[in-house]
């Protein structure tokens, strides 16, 4: 019986240390988990804002950069409204070095520009156009004089006027009407406030669906709700 005790003393010895052992383990493999799992939560936390934030610096300047560059502009139509051949007259002081406007006028640098609304593009006799502005084809009406008027070689790539544009659609406007009152009697466009305030709606959705995809965007990032 004694031998019996003796011999069951060193296993349960054994086990004690054994249990020892295994708390100590498990201590360790306890501090080990939370500190991956505290190393997981950092990194996601700091990983995850700091991706999110150029994606949300780069959607704020391209809203702003569309709202810079729309809305102002009224239609040629409305311009065309606002100014009179008068005004064009003065406007028409920075194209008279090249173009003429009187009936029969010579050509010079440019063609002579009398009744040149309404009429054929680059037809004029005897003026040497390039091949791309002979390429258009069509007539000068009011918008296509509008959009060459602002930015003739943005219009038609390769013409060889010149000219860096009116950046201001009234000048343009203006000019156009000084033009049709040389030589030309084109009607005026249609200008209706109801039709033109239908294509600010549209442009007013567009921009609308844009700060609706920031605004996501920025809910989607706590931190840049917070800085708004
Ligand atoms: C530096 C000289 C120069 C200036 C300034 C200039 N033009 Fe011209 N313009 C030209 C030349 C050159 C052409 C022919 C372009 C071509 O053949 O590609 C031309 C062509 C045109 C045409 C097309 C004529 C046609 O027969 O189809 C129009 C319209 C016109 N110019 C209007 C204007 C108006 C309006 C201005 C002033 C706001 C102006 N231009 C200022 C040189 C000039």
Redesign the pocket.
């Known amino acids: 019986m004694t031998q019996d005790s003796s011999s069951q003393t060193p296993p349960s010895g054994q086990k004690a240390s054994g249990d020892l052992f295994n708390t100590a383990a498990g201590w360790v493999l306890f501090a080990a988990a939370l500190g991956l799992g505290l190393s997981i939560l950092a990194d996601k936390y700091f990983h995850g804002s700091g991706a999110e934030r150029p994606e949300q610096l780069g959607y704020v300047i391209a809203v702003t950069e569309e709202a810079g560059d729309g809305p102002a502009e009224m239609s040629f139509a409305e311009a065309l409204t606002k100014v009179t051949a008068a005004d064009g007259e003065k ?2 002081s ?6 003429s406007i009187n009936a029969g006028g010579a050509n010079g ?3 002579n ?1 009398h009744g ?1 609304m309404g ?6 006799p005897g ?4 091949g ?3 390429g258009l084809g069509g007539q ?1 009406d009011w918008e296509r ?1 509008n959009a ?2 602002k930015n ?1 070689r943005g219009y ?1 790539d ?6 860096a544009g ?1 950046s201001k659609i009234e ?2 406007a203006a ?2 009407l000084y ?1 049709n009152a040389n030589g030309s009697n084109l009607a005026l466009p249609a200008f209706a406030p109801a039709a033109d305030g239908a294509a600010e709606g549209e442009a007013a959705a567009a921009e609308g669906e844009a700060e609706a995809v920031a605004a996501a965007e920025a809910g989607s990032d706590p931190a840049a709700a917070a800085a708004e």
């Open positions: 406007v028409w920075k194209c008279q070095s090249c173009h640098v440019g063609p520009l040149i009429a054929a593009v680059a037809a004029k003026f040497g156009y390039s791309a502005l002979k000068w004089m060459w008027l003739p038609v390769g013409t060889k006027m010149a000219f009116l000048d343009r000019v156009a033009l």
